[in-house]
């Protein structure tokens, strides 16, 4: 019986935080599930934890990248060896409430896609903050989601590589799609406030690589809506940058 949500993690030297990350999934009260750890060319022991997780657990699915190729390439990997109806994003340093998939399995309907809010956390636990989505495109992680596989089969979505800002492009080519979707006032996604993270960690070629990247998607925008949508995630992105 194939499994109705693939779960993709990808993990590059998250050692000190995997454990935790794959033991909320392993407890979801949603159980139908194939979860797909992506081992990203880890210099640490990540894939040790991994490997030994699956070990134990027969949902559980290792693949491993020989060098570090970015969260894309792994994320990518994830796709590729998907199998279940439905698609959600976890990273391996953050970890889900346990009715995390069944609360979103259960509202998204005939929709593509639904979307969740967040909390910021400290690696005690601690919650710094707490986000729900007041528009669709608030947030551009593809975690606090769950998708219909099919949209990105029909329309080849995958991640694009060489940049950390991945998740921009692809929340815009997602969007693109003109997906249905629902945002539910949920929580469930815990997002640890990891100074060390690829996410935290900011340097101008990247951001001038990302402007580019959506200069050029507003140049061969088909529709004015999308086009729009492009700029207003530009300014967003400028006025989130100059505020570090």
Same mark, same amino acid.
């Given at each position: 019986?194939?499994?109705?949500?693939?779960?993709?993690?990808?993990?590059?030297?998250?050692?000190?935080?995997?454990?935790?990350?794959?033991?909320?999934?392993?407890?979801?009260?949603?159980?139908?599930?194939? @979860?797909?750890?992506?081992?990203?060319?880890?210099?640490?022991?990540?894939?040790?934890?991994?490997?030994?997780?699956?070990?134990?657990?027969?949902? @559980?699915?290792? !693949?491993?990248?020989? =060098?570090?190729?970015?969260?894309?390439?792994?994320?990518?990997?994830?796709?590729?060896?998907? #199998?279940?109806?439905?698609?959600? %994003?976890?990273?391996?340093?953050?970890?889900?409430?346990?009715? %995390?998939?069944?609360?979103?399995?259960? *509202? @998204?309907?005939?929709?593509?896609?639904?979307?969740?809010?967040?909390?910021?956390?400290?690696?005690?636990?601690?919650?710094?903050?707490?986000?729900?989505?007041? *528009?669709?495109?608030?947030?551009?992680?593809?975690?606090?989601?769950?998708?219909?596989?099919?949209?990105?089969?029909q329309h080849g979505l995958y991640f694009p590589s060489g940049?950390?800002?991945?998740?921009?492009?692809?929340? +815009?080519?997602?969007?693109? =799609?003109?997906?249905?979707?629902?945002?539910?006032?949920? #929580?469930? !996604?815990?997002?640890?406030?990891?100074? *060390?993270?690829? #996410?935290? =960690?900011?340097?101008?070629?990247?951001?001038?690589?990302? %402007?580019? #990247? +959506?200069?050029?998607?507003?140049?061969?925008?088909?529709?004015?809506?999308?086009?729009?949508?492009?700029?207003?995630?530009?300014?967003?992105?400028?006025? *989130?940058?100059?505020?570090?």
């Amino acid at each position: 019986m194939k499994p109705t949500i693939s779960v993709i993690v990808p993990i590059y030297n998250a050692e000190l935080y995997l454990a935790k990350c794959i033991e909320s999934l392993l407890h979801q009260t949603y159980t139908s599930l194939q @979860i797909i750890l992506v081992n990203d060319g880890s210099t640490d022991n990540s894939l040790t934890v991994a490997n030994t997780y699956a070990a134990q657990d027969n949902r @559980i699915k290792v !693949y491993s990248l020989d =060098t570090n190729q970015g969260q894309s390439a792994a994320r990518n990997v994830g796709l590729q060896h998907a #199998t279940g109806e439905y698609v959600s %994003f976890v990273d391996a340093d953050d970890y889900v409430d346990y009715n %995390f998939h069944e609360y979103m399995l259960q *509202h @998204i309907g005939n929709l593509d896609c639904v979307q969740i809010g967040y909390r910021r956390v400290t690696n005690k636990g601690k919650v710094l903050i707490r986000k729900l989505p007041k *528009h669709f495109y608030q947030f551009t992680s593809p975690c606090m989601r769950l998708y219909r596989r099919e949209v990105f089969m029909q329309h080849g979505l995958y991640f694009p590589s060489g940049m950390i800002y991945e998740d921009v492009v692809f929340s +815009l080519d997602f969007w693109a =799609t003109h997906p249905k979707y629902k945002m539910l006032s949920y #929580t469930g !996604y815990n997002y640890l406030a990891n100074t *060390h993270s690829t #996410t935290a =960690t900011r340097n101008l070629v990247a951001r001038e690589l990302l %402007f580019a #990247t +959506l200069q050029e998607k507003r140049q061969q925008a088909h529709s004015i809506r999308h086009k729009l949508l492009i700029t207003y995630t530009m300014l967003r992105l400028k006025l *989130h940058f100059f505020d570090k």
